[in-house]
């Protein structure tokens, strides 16, 4: 079966970039430029009942607010502040108070604009047999004169995630998670990455897939990479490992940033107290992305394995 990543490509190779579009699919989101002075970001996601969230242990309003925060995720990955939203909803005609129901769904809609600033513009609603789905689209403009893109990355950049990663199922931390926007502000405004993504299927595919789009590969210091409280402490450290690398849905930032803030500690001082670290290098051997330990004793190739749809 053709997987999630080859048909994207295929997509990529039947639809090419014709103007306004700069960059299409494959990204975090589109970027489009409207005229010389200007560029504006698009991104989407569809959420489905029963593979983003259970509405049998999740409430309405937590399904809206999710739906939203990962396209803030998104724009927050290309440097973006987020400026409309476009909410489509499909409603399975099962529901037993429609307009309860939907009165908690737009008020965790409605919570999360407001706290980001920004207006829901239009957006489309139905009902059917099936389970429920929600899309939602959000326009954003760059921090800095220009988006970052996942496709970018330098060879002898710094790696570095927003923050510790795994165990996000375990207590919905998936569905509360905040948009990492004001510390991509902070990243665009001074320091400007290379490239940027966010972790939606887990640091090892989508490492894999920055290093791919940059034709670039990646060495991850295994013992720098952080693992979040939520995975449980009983398990070994390789299993704990695992569930960073792997789980998914943890919206951190992964970015590739030029390697001399390492030496910067104004850089080192800030990332850190936002719950950053530093957890590798990108390097010239293209495609190629390798788990190495501390003292370089060992190294191994990284699976890339996390969260695909097919």
Known sequence: MTSERDFLRKLQATFPIRPPVVTGI???GAVLRPDENSDQVIVTDMLLDGVHFDLKTTSPSLAGRKAVAVNLSDLAAMGCTPESAFVSIAVPRSVPDYEQFLKSLYQGIQEIASQWNFTIAGGDTNSWDGPFAIN???TGRPYAE???????AQVGDVLAVSGPLGGSL?????????????LSEWLCRHWRPSAMMDISDGLAIDLSRMMEASGTGAVLWQDSIPIHADVAASESHADRLQHALS????FELLVALPADVRDCADFRNYWQAAGGQLIGEVTADSGKCILRS????????????GWQHF
């Not at 220009?146 to 970018?152: H, Q, Y």
């Not at 789980?247 to 943890?250: A, T």
């Not at 501390?294 to 394995?305: A, P, W």
């Open 294 to 305: 501390s003292d370089g004793m060992s190294s191994r190739e990284l699976e890339s394995t």
């Open 170 to 182: 375990c207590r919905d931390r998936h569905l509360t998670f905040e948009p990492r926007l004001r």
């Open 247 to 250: 789980d998914g849905e943890d």
């Open 136 to 138: 939602v689209c959000l």
């Open 26 to 28: 494959g990204d975090d």
């Open 146 to 152: 220009s988006p970052v893109l996942r496709s970018t």
